[in-house]
C-alpha cells in the first residue's frame, strides 16, 4: 500500500473475495473430489467453470480485479493432459506474460495465481486454495485495479431504494 | 547519387514498369522539420518522395489497407520489421510488396528541435554527418548534434539497417551495439511493487483514451478491436483510471511478441505517456522467455500463437 | 467595471483562497505536456508561453465521462436517481480561442428545445477567467486571429487576467459572477493607470494582429457543394483514424452513451467520442452507414464549417491548432481549409444533403 492509494478498511472480519476459473475436465473434477472427500478448505473461492484453461482470457483477469475480486487463480490440467490437447500448452506462455507483466506495473505478486489440479488431485487441490488464501490475507483487500465509477454515491443511494429491496 | 535521389528513380521506376500501383513514401509537410506520408501513384510524381531525419512514421501501417494492390514502401530497419511481422501473419503477400529499406540513424525529436531553437521557425534543416543545422526564418543559424535531437527510442536501436530490402536506398550505417534489456526497465524492476503502481499509476493518468497509439500500430490491424466491440462489452471507454488501465494492459498483452519497438505510439501520444516502458518490458520477456524477437524472419510464427513442450511453468503451484 | 493589479505573489494568494472553496481548473504541466486540469498545488501552475495548453479546457465543462443519472433495477421495477448536482468551479486562465470555444459548447448544448440540463447545470456555476497572451507573433498552425480571435479578448469571460512585462497582472473584472468569485478572496489593489493603459496598449497591439482572413462564409458556401469532391481522399489515404484531433479539440463535442452496472445499481453515462472511430455510427442492427475513413475525415469539416456553421451560426472551430499541432501524420487543417477556399463554387444541383439527418 502507498500513501496515496484509498484507505479501504481491513476489518478484523474481512475475508478475501477469490474468483477461481477452473477447467472442467481436471480441476473442476479436482474441486469436486475434495468436496466428496470431505477435505477441509478455506470457503473464500467462487468458482467459474470453463471448458479448458486455454480459454481463460486474460480480460476476464483483468475484469474480476476491476470487479474488487482480492484474489484470481487460474487452475488447468497437467501439461500433456489437456483434453482438448494443447490448450493448457497456449495458456501457460500467456499466463507467463500476463503474470510478469502485472507484476511490472505494480500489482501484488501473489494477487493472480495459477495452478495444475488434475482430477485425482482433490488434497492439491485444497491445498493450492490454503495458500492461495493465506497469501491474499496477507496482501489485505485488493485495490489497485478496482472500478469505482461503479460505485453509487452515498447521498444518492437512500433516493435508489425499492420497495423490493 | 544521393539517397533522395535514388529513391525517386527507383520509385519512377516501379511505377511506369507497372510493378508497383502505388509507392508509399513520405513527402515534406508543413515545415522544415515535418514530414507526411505520401501515396505516389503517378511516375511523374516520384519527385515529391523525401528521405531523411524527420521520415518518423512507420508507414507499415498503411499496408493492410491495401491488402492486394501491389505496393512498394520507404521502411526504416524499425518499420521493415512491421512489414516482415505483417507477412508472418499473413496480412500481407510477400510478392505484393516491395521493400525500398532505409538506412537509418535515428528521427529527430520535435520537442528536442523546439528546445533548441527556442520555438524559432526553421526554414531550412541540413543533415550534415552528425550534425544537423537548422536555418530559422529569422535568418540565424542553430546547430544540433544529432545524437541529441532523435527520440529516446533512436539511441537504444538495434536495426539501423534494413534486412530485407528489395532496394537499399542510401548506404548502410553503422550499428553500435546495444544493451540486451533497456536501462528503463531494469530500474523499474527493482523497485518496490508499490513504486511500479504509482508510477504506471501516473502514467496512465495522463491517457485520454484517444486510441492514436492503437491507429498508428502497425501491429493493431484488427478490423473488430475489441475495444468497439459491444457485444461482449469488453471495454468500457471511461475516464475511470481502471478503465484506462484496462485498455493499455489488454492492448500490451495483444501487441506481445507482436511488437517491434519503432516507436510509432509513443511519438504518436499527444500526452507522452510511458508507452516505450512497458512495450520494452514485454519485448525483454519475450526475449528471455521464448527467445523470440518479432518481425526479423518471416518463418517464425509469434510466441503467443504457438508452444513448445517444454516452457517453462516454475511460476505454476 | 473593476480592475485589481497583483504580483505574483498576491495571484498564488487569490489562487490558494479560490482553491479552498471550489474545485480550480488551470493550466498544469504534466511531464512537459501542458494540460488544463484541476490544480491540486499552486506550485503546479503553469500557463504555457502562447496560453494554449496541449489539452483543452473543454474538460473542465464537459468531462470525459460525466453520469447522467444513477439507477437500480429491481425484480420488477426500476428507480433512477440524479447525480450529486455540480459543483462550483474556475477555470482560471482560459485562452480567448478556448473561451470561445466554450461559447460553441454553450450553444450545442444550450439549444432550444432540449438544452442539456446537466451541462447547463454545469456551465452556471463555472467561472471563467480569461487569459491575456501579449506575444508578437505566434506558431504558424495556432489561427486565431484569422478567425477574427485576438489574444487579449476578453468576451465571454467573468474575470480577465493580463500578465504584464513587470510581472504583475491585471485582473478585469467584467461580471457579476466573476465580482462574486473575488469576494472568496477577500480585498485586492486596484490597477494603478500605468498598469491599465498597458493592457490599452497589448490589447490594441493584439486586435491589430487579427485579420480574419478565414472566411467562413465563403467555407461554409464551398462546402455546401464539397459533398462529392476529392478532396476528402487525399485527407483519408493519410488519416490513420485516431481520436487525437478530436479530443483535443476544444470544440468538439460529440459522446456515447453507456450503462455502467455492477450488481443491480449502475449509472448511465456520457463518455467521449468522435466521428473519427469507425464505431461512432454504428447502429444497434450492426449496420453502419459510414465506414470510409474518406466519409469520417469530409464529416469532421463538414460539422466544423458547414453543418455547424449554418446551423447555429458559429463556427465550429476557433482556430486553436491544436489538431495540427498533434495529428500523428500531419494532417493540416489550415491546408484544407485552403483548398475548400480555392475549389469550384458549388453548382446547382450535385445532390449534396442540406442537413445532417440525409447523410
Known sequence: ?165 | MSAETTLREIAADLLGTGKVDVVVGYRRGDGALVATPAFVSDPAEADVLVFDVTCENNLANYLHRLEGRKVAVVVKGCDERSVIGLIQEGQIARDDVVILGTPCSGVIDPEATTALTKGGEVAEAVQEGATLVLRLSSGEEVLGDLCELIHPGCRECSVRNPRHADHLIGDLVDQPSMPDVSPDVTRVEAMPTGKRWEYFQREMGKCILCFACRSVCPACYCNACFTDSSQPKWMSKSSDPSDTMFFHLTRLLHLTGRCTGCGACVRACPVNVDLRLYNDKLRNDVKDVFEFEAGLDPEIPAPLSCFRLDDKDDFIK | MEHKQLDKASLAALLTSLMAEQTVFAPVLRDGVSTFDVLADIGDLAFPADGIPRVAPKQAVMPRTEVLFYYRLGKNTEKMAPPPPAEPQVLFGVHPCDVQAIKVLDAVFGAEPHPDELYLARRRVTTVVGLGVSQESVPQHRFFEKMGISSMDARDCDLFLTPLADETYVLEVLTEQGQQLLELAGELPCADAVALANVGKLRKAAEERVTREIDVDVLQEKLSGMFESEMWAGIADKCVGCGACAYLCPTCHCFDIQDERRGDTGSRVRNWDTCQFEEFTKHASGHNPRTSQHGRARQRIMHKFEYGYRNFGIPFCTGCGRCIGVCPVNNNLLTMLDGIRKSDPPSESDGSPTSPDEL
Open chain 1, 1 to 165: 500500500m502507498t500513501a496515496s492509494e484509498p484507505q479501504v478498511a481491513e476489518t478484523p472480519e474481512w475475508e478475501p473475495k477469490i474468483v477461481a476459473f477452473l477447467c472442467n475436465w481436471c480441476s473442476y473434477a479436482g474441486a469436486d473430489l475434495a468436496g466428496v472427500s470431505r477435505i477441509q478448505y478455506p470457503a473464500n473461492v467462487r468458482v467459474i467453470r470453463v471448458p479448458c484453461s486455454g480459454r481463460v482470457n486474460p480480460m476476464f483477469i483483468l475484469r474480476a480485479l476491476q470487479q474488487g475480486v482480492d484474489g484470481v487463480l487460474v487452475s488447468g490440467c497437467h501439461p500433456g493432459d489437456c483434453h482438448y490437447l494443447t490448450g493448457n500448452y497456449h495458456a501457460r506462455r500467456r499466463f507467463a506474460v500476463l503474470k510478469r507483466l502485472l507484476e511490472f506495473c505494480g500489482i501484488e505478486e501473489g494477487r493472480v495465481q495459477f495452478s495444475w489440479v488434475s482430477a485425482s488431485e482433490g488434497q492439491k487441490f485444497a491445498d493450492v486454495v490454503t495458500d492461495v488464501t493465506e497469501k491474499i490475507h496477507q496482501l489485505g483487500p485488493a485495490t489497485r485495479l478496482v472500478k469505482h465509477l461503479w460505485d453509487v454515491p452515498s447521498s444518492v443511494l437512500a433516493a435508489l431504494e425499492t420497495d423490493e429491496s
